[in-house]
């Protein structure tokens, strides 16, 4: 089972990319080789594309751009996602029941038969605007959560955190004795430097690594990231 978006923009001269665990990734048709096998690659043409076949397992968006223009597509659910000949196929069901030459067969309960719902957003984009992409994501896989004070009439909304760039996204925050524990990625493999604010007014800010034992005091409207680094915070306010 298979959805299938054509789409206006040269498969021959774009790029396929496709959220990854926290990053992205760059993902080549699967008619392309290893290095240690490039003496059997074919000369590259826009008909190969007519003949890439595979699908690639996408958590939360796809992104594909030529020159001139591109569009993001977010996903709930983990389908897989293939970009060929110009369209854009999202195959629902990926473990068959058919097996066409014998050989393999899925291991027992691995079969994906049954009732699959997916949710799909787009974005039309600049090539430009990558952020784009991961920013839409958000949206379908993260939605807001609010949290209304007892008895109260709904007032002017707030965020408690935010960045200034899109192209970070924040993979966990939960509350402790004396703050919150924030977990943040980069998402494109950009170097980034960013800000955090919150409408929940001051706060000081502490960066550790992953153990969360150490923690030193940081500049909240000075943040360096690496491509594709996780850094930890916390929020005291």
Known sequence: VALRFPLALDAANSQFLCDVPFGAMARQPYYEVPRHLAAQRKVFTPETYRHAAGDWPVLHWVDCADDASALAVANNGVPG?????????????????KIADGAMQPQPG???????????????????????????????????????????????AKQMISFDRANLSVSSLRPTADGWILRVYETLGRKTS????????????????LTERDWSACDAGNLNFKPLEIKTFKLVF
């Not at 960013?194 to 690594?209: I, K, M, P, Q, V």
Request: aromatic share 12%; net charge negative.
């Open 81 to 97: 996602w293939q970009w060929n000949d110009g369209a854009l196929i999202a195959s629902l069901l990926r473990s068959g029941t």
């Open 110 to 156: 691995a079969l994906d038969n049954g009732v699959h719902e997916y949710e799909f957003a787009f974005r039309a984009h600049s090539p430009l605007e990558t952020e784009a992409a991961p920013a839409l994501g958000r949206v379908v896989n993260r939605k807001p959560v609010a949290f209304p004070g007892l008895g109260k009439a709904a007032g002017t």
């Open 194 to 209: 960013t800000s955090l604010h919150s409408d929940y007014g001051a706060f000081r800010l502490f960066e550790s690594d």
